[in-house]
């Protein structure tokens, strides 16, 4: 319901201001004149994709929502999300978001076995539990495994792993509740996994066309998941290296529906910022890093592209300096963003205060939170709780105060960074490793203060009170994003917060208590890291060629050493820091194009194309009402435009849901694998085909991708065509485009007739 001045909102007619687009810097692209942005005429305003409106189950209407048997379907999933998140974590660095595929299979087993009055809300509750787990696992696969790096364990502890992941997970919860009524009511973030999962749910209450709609989209979905990630037919990427000018340039792309689904439903504005961050990241600065100190020689052939060059040097390079430049400028946006919104957070903090002190009596029911008084009283049981833990860890009072203090100051800062990141680009492509990083670099330099100047701790003591400091605040922060990824569904769906917040608490218990002994088989039965599959084993072993590789943890137990024996790459994180401040002083969205920096390009590519197609395909709903994409849209024309932007976040949802629930499969299937070789588990070893050239593997992505934009096309109005859409909209962008650069005259597509000709 949100637009800027200069944009007339396609939801609910003109207003005056955005907080998602121009509040939170997201539109604005540091041209002198504010209203010469691209495309700004064209494109629906976040309040339909963040899903503004009534909720499907109205506040004065009470349904069944955590029952006993929610409570039990939720507690089987989340187990097992957790479970399969974790190897699949630790394996290739990447976990899936749990919410989607939950909410299907909750759907299909309340309906398989025949329950009786299945509500929304209670499948809502199920998918709550079942991703919460998965989310702590994210946080804590990538920080307790380094001490496993680093030396400081030999095995995995179940006790220390469970209270790293119970504090931090339920100190992550309890900050989102104060958090919810600022990024969800006040800002109305997109939270695209949040919009895609309340479809999800929507298409399975409604049933009909639309539950066949999500249906088709998640065999759509799921198949090709299965070709592409388990028979392995084509690439999941598409990449190559060329070498000019004395340096080398990377193109490629993941070849992924979900993440063009994710690129569709936050639309062409986010979408187009978190590209010029990869752009800044990869095609810029790295070629500037190889020309000034050249690119390693591996010699290693490990990615062969189809430029004819190894890929992997050229990947190193970004991932061992690059990628600390998109840290550094994390923090900076996020201390930005924070203090640029200190206003809307006291007031929403005081709302939520207003709220809890006023009875529920006073509040709608899909606005009763948790009472915020207890939920600051629980925040400090767990602060000090928190205490005794780092007391018992690092056997050191002192620090363990300053470790507990930090947290109290610190995890509330991620935590809401988190929430923010996850708003924008969603929980599954929200670089939970890079707020990890982000999080040690501070505890680092706390250590090495308190720590190693005042109290003249060991460097083997400092580096213990590092990691489980770090761990907690980096696990609370990993589950903010997927809380708020919940909450937002449970907004758009009508549940009631207090009820999902309490499903939220009993999602992590449920995932502390499955975490320690799963990563312990794992570590037992493959090795957790090369690193400590060598210090056990010996350097070289054979055995360690099939250790679970865990990036992250590798990274970090890295960063820990290196900062206590000298060699942190404060450069590139100080390089981050200074692109920060150039983009906060462009007034252009920070940390969008910080996450861009961070994340690698192939994974921007999908999203930015996402968001062209669904520039192109709202921008031709418009225009085949009222003709033209100047003045302001008719009442006509805003509800062409959201009955596409509703068929196109549909079919989203159900190719994120079919791709997820594959690689969950997978995981399952690799797991077997490793238990029982050479029986050939593994779907690519059932058949042994290869696989496709890259040319073949894009044209076979490329079917999937106009099979989504024909279906998302049929809800179009009937006259005009495509192609002659296309060609408008594209001479409209290129008209605007030679306004804001004073480029010479481009073709004019705009005649209509010209245009249906």
């Not at 592209?305 to 690059?322: A, K, M, N, R």
């Not at 709903?621 to 196109?648: F, M, Y």
């Not at 008209?735 to 004019?748: M, T």
Request: charged share 15%; hydrophobic share 50%.
């Amino acid at each position: 319901m949100y637009a800027t001045s200069s944009q007339t909102c396609y939801h609910q007619g003109d207003c005056s201001y955005c907080p998602v687009l121009q509040g939170l810097m997201i539109i604005r692209v540091g041209f002198p004149n504010q209203n010469s942005r691209l495309f700004h005429k064209a494109i629906a305003c976040p309040s339909i994709m963040s899903g503004e409106g009534e909720p499907w189950i109205p506040a004065d209407k009470n349904i069944k929502e955590l029952t006993s048997r929610v409570i039990i379907i939720g507690v089987l999933l989340g187990g097992l999300m957790t479970a399969a998140n974790a190897y699949l974590g630790l394996y290739i660095g990447m976990t899936v978001s749990a919410s989607i595929p939950a909410a299907v299979m909750s759907m299909l087993i309340l309906r398989g076995f025949k329950f009786k009055d299945v509500t929304i809300l209670e499948n809502n509750s199920v998918q709550t539990m079942a991703s919460a787990g998965e989310s702590l696992a994210a946080g804590v696969i990538f920080t307790v495994p380094a001490l496993l790096v680093i030396g400081l364990w030999n095995d995995i502890n179940w006790v220390d792993t469970f209270l790293i992941a119970i504090l931090g997970g339920l100190l992550g919860t309890m900050f989102t509740i104060a958090l919810r009524r600022l990024f969800i009511v006040e800002e109305a973030l997109p939270y695209p996994e949040g919009v895609a999962c309340r479809e999800v749910l929507v298409a399975g209450e409604k049933g009909g066309s639309g539950l066949i709609a999500i249906i088709y989209a998640l065999l759509i979905g799921a198949t090709y998941g299965w070709m592409v990630k388990a028979f392995k037919v084509t690439h999941e990427k598409v990449q190559g290296v060329a070498e000019l000018a004395g340096t080398r340039f990377y193109a490629g792309s993941e070849l992924s529906l979900a993440l063009l689904s994710v690129g569709f439903i936050v639309g062409l504005r986010i979408a187009s910022f978190i590209f010029l961050g990869g752009i800044i990241g990869f095609a810029v600065l790295v070629p500037i890093y190889g020309l000034i100190n050249g690119f390693p020689d591996s010699g290693s052939n490990k990615g062969i592209g189809f430029g004819g060059i190894d890929i992997y040097d050229y990947t190193t390079v970004w991932s061992e300096q690059i990628r600390f430049a998109g840290v550094g400028a994390m923090v900076v946006g996020g201390v930005y963003t924070l203090w640029s919104m200190r206003k809307t957070i006291a007031q929403g903090l005081m709302k939520s205060f207003k709220a809890s002190k006023s009875g529920n009596e006073n509040v709608l029911r899909t606005e009763r939170d948790l009472p915020l008084d207890k939920v600051i009283l629980f925040c400090g049981v767990l602060v000090i709780l928190t205490f005794f833990f780092y007391w018992y860890a690092t056997g050191n009072i002192g620090m363990a105060l300053v470790g507990a203090l930090f947290l109290a100051l610190v995890s509330f800062f991620f935590a809401a960074v988190a929430g923010y990141i996850a708003g924008v680009v969603g929980s599954s492509n929200s670089p939970v490793s890079g707020m990890t990083i982000a999080t040690l670099l501070f505890t680092i330099g706390l250590v090495w203060v308190f720590g190693g100047l005042i109290m003249g701790m060991s460097e083997t003591d400092m580096m213990i009170a590092t990691m489980f400091i770090a761990a907690i605040v980096a696990t609370s922060a990993a589950i903010a994003g997927d809380v708020m990824q919940d909450l937002k569904t449970g907004h758009m769906v009508g549940a009631t917060p207090w009820k999902q917040q309490t499903a939220e608490i009993i999602g992590i218990v449920v995932g502390a208590i499955v975490i320690g002994p799963v990563l312990s088989i794992l570590h037992k039965a493959f090795y957790i890291t090369q690193s400590a599959c060598y210090d056990a084993e010996g350097a070289g072993s054979t055995v360690c060629e099939d250790a679970l590789l865990a990036p992250q943890a590798e990274l970090i137990g890295a960063i820990v050493e290196g900062a206590f024996g000298g060699a942190l790459n404060s450069p590139m994180v100080l390089l981050g820091a200074i692109i920060a401040v150039i983009l906060i002083r462009l007034k252009m969205p920070v940390m969008s194009v910080a996450i861009g920096i961070y994340l690698p390009l192939y994974l921007s590519v999908p999203i930015i194309v996402g968001g062209i197609i669904s520039h192109v395909l709202l921008s031709s709903a418009r225009l085949r009402i009222d003709g033209s994409l100047e003045g302001k849209p008719s009442t006509a024309a805003k509800a062409a435009v959201k009955e596409v932007q509703d068929k196109g976040v549909l079919i989203g949802a159900g190719f994120i849901a079919g791709e997820s629930l594959m690689g969950v499969l997978l995981a399952v299937f690799i797991v077997a694998d490793q238990k029982w070789k050479g029986l050939g588990i593994l779907p690519e070893d059932w058949f042994g085909g290869g696989v496709l050239d890259y040319w073949f593997s894009v044209i076979f992505f490329g079917w999937f991708v106009l099979v989504f934009i024909l279906i998302t096309a049929r809800s179009l109005p009937k006259k005009g065509n495509l192609f002659g859409d296309l060609m408008y909209v594209l001479s409209d962008a290129a008209k605007r485009l030679r306004g804001v650069f004073k480029l010479p005259p481009v073709p004019d597509f705009s005649n209509q007739s010209d245009r249906k000709s």
